[in-house]
């Protein structure tokens, strides 16, 4: 199971932190990743972090976003800066083996 929190409204410029929060071991996958879906548009790969701690982030936002785990408390994280208003989406926390959060919405005013 995988629980995604600190969602928010937040102006242009800004930043928020996303966790989730895993009930088992993230040792025990392969990779972590946090995915995007904005209205109207098909779910996104934002970042992917690997279990031997390898990332990988969409262009739209390298240098912005900074993805990371705590494996003590198999918790995974999305910092997320300089907050743009196409950031606005809902965000999906995934685990590999096919879970799946239950989303968190992130809403960038202008």
């Known amino acids: 199971q995988l629980v995604e929190s600190g969602g928010g409204l937040v102006q242009a410029g800004g930043s928020l932190r996303l966790s989730c929060a895993a009930s088992g071991s993230i040792l025990s996958r392969n990779a972590m990743a946090w995915h995007r879906q904005a209205p109207g548009s098909q779910r996104e790969l934002v970042a992917l972090i690997t279990r031997g701690g390898h990332t990988n982030y969409a262009d739209s936002v390298k240098g912005r976003f900074t993805i990371s785990s705590d494996n003590a408390k198999n918790t995974v994280y999305l910092q997320m800066n300089s907050l743009k208003p196409e950031d606005t989406a809902v965000y999906y926390c995934?685990?590999?083996?096919?879970?799946w959060g239950q989303g968190t919405q992130v809403t960038v005013s202008s």
């Open positions: 995934y685990g590999s083996g096919g879970d």
